[in-house]
């Protein structure tokens, strides 16, 4: 009997032991899986590569390069085009630059590679092979190679390459970013003047405080932009608000504002703090009459298609619907040659009927 409790208790630890060191393997396992799962996402962001900055040289030393290496001549419009040829080309310069650092003992060093002889034709063909103020000396034979070694010297002091000044590499380029050098935007009046037959032409004062000028996003095409600041002016005169879509005044002998939208406006608001272009918004009009597509099918569109290219920006189906009557206010009011008018704030819905009424 002792024997059979014996018996008992051995098999009874080693399916203990046996349960425990199953447990223990599926921790284990968890674990790992864990761990890989968390690796996945650094390892994707590591290998996606990060933008190069701009370059940026002081202007002295960048005026200096230039007068010493190009023709004194040289006008800025020649040399914003050397500048931005070289920084939107990056794949030509990873190109290039590896053949200015041979590694085998059959590779030469060339400063004009033919992928930087490419570039100097091209660049040639837009100034139209009058190099007269570009070079300083160069044949009709030359001028390709001469070109390209100068440009080959403007990389050099741009730091664009990915090899270090000693000649050690560091990484490949990807893209050179230009947000530093993204120009302020502004949405303003298209009027330059106010538009009011007795005002004769009188000015238009900016009616927004500085510190209460809003920074709204807006879609230029297919471009997201941020920090956009709209303004907003008055006619001191005759009390006539003018906006970037729309005018506003209040008739007399009335307490109700009325507003005009504006034909020829740029940009048109579609949300509290969101523009868009008549680029995005005609393509909108045009894509949901040919595709004979709804607003909801629409902003699936856009948001799938253009949402996350390049700043993320998730639009609702009430903005696309708002840009769609929006544009086609304008449309309908530009074919008709007249200036659609309507009470100021009027809900999108009224403006839908009064523009049934109207076309
Ligand atoms: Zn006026």
Redesign the pocket.
């Known amino acids: 009997m002792k024997c059979l409790n014996c018996f008992f208790l051995y098999y009874k630890i080693k399916y203990q032991v046996y349960f425990l060191s199953q447990i223990l393997l599926l921790l284990f396992w968890i674990v790992w899986i864990i761990l890989a799962l968390s690796w996945l996402p650094i390892a994707a962001a590591q290998k996606s590569p990060s933008p190069k900055p701009f370059p940026n040289p002081t202007f002295q030393a960048f005026s200096d390069f230039i007068l010493s290496n190009f023709h004194s001549q040289i006008s800025l419009t020649t040399t914003l085009l050397i500048l931005f040829s070289l920084v939107n080309n990056p794949e030509l310069l990873n190109l290039h630059a590896r053949q200015t650092h041979p590694v085998f003992p059959d590779e030469n060093l060339t400063r004009a590679s033919g992928w930087m002889k490419t570039l100097a034709r091209g660049l040639g063909d837009r100034l139209n092979y009058d190099l007269s103020t570009v070079l300083t000396q160069y044949t009709d034979k030359n001028w390709v190679t001469q070109l390209a070694k100068q440009l080959d010297s403007t990389t050099v002091f741009l730091g664009l390459s990915p090899y270090k000044y000693n000649g050690n590499f560091t990484r490949k380029i990807s893209c050179i970013s230009q947000e530093s050098i993204a120009p302020i935007r502004l949405i303003c009046p298209p009027n330059m003047t ?1 538009t ?1 037959s ?2 004769q032409l ?1 000015h238009i004062s900016l009616r927004t405080r500085l510190r209460d000028i809003p920074q709204v996003t807006l879609i230029e095409g297919s471009t997201v932009l941020n920090q956009v600041y709209v303004l907003s002016g008055e ?1 001191t ?2 009390k ?1 608000h003018y906006h970037a879509d729309h005018e506003s005044y209040t008739p007399s002998n009335t307490t109700q504002s009325r507003e005009v939208f504006i034909n020829s406006a740029r940009y048109l608001k579609i949300g509290s703090s969101l523009w868009v272009d008549r680029v995005f918004s005609n393509a909108l009009l045009s894509g949901m009459y040919n595709f004979h597509a709804s607003a909801n099918a629409y902003t699936q569109f856009w948001n799938d298609s253009f949402g996350a290219v390049s700043i993320p920006c998730k639009l609702s189906r009430r903005q696309i619907w708002q840009a769609f009557v929006q544009e086609s206010i304008r449309s309908i009011a530009q074919m008709s040659k007249i200036d659609f008018e309507a009470n100021q704030n009027i809900a999108i819905d009224n403006v839908c009927n009064s523009l049934n009424k109207f076309g």
């Open positions: 106010c009011t007795t005002c009188y006619c005169r005759c006539t």
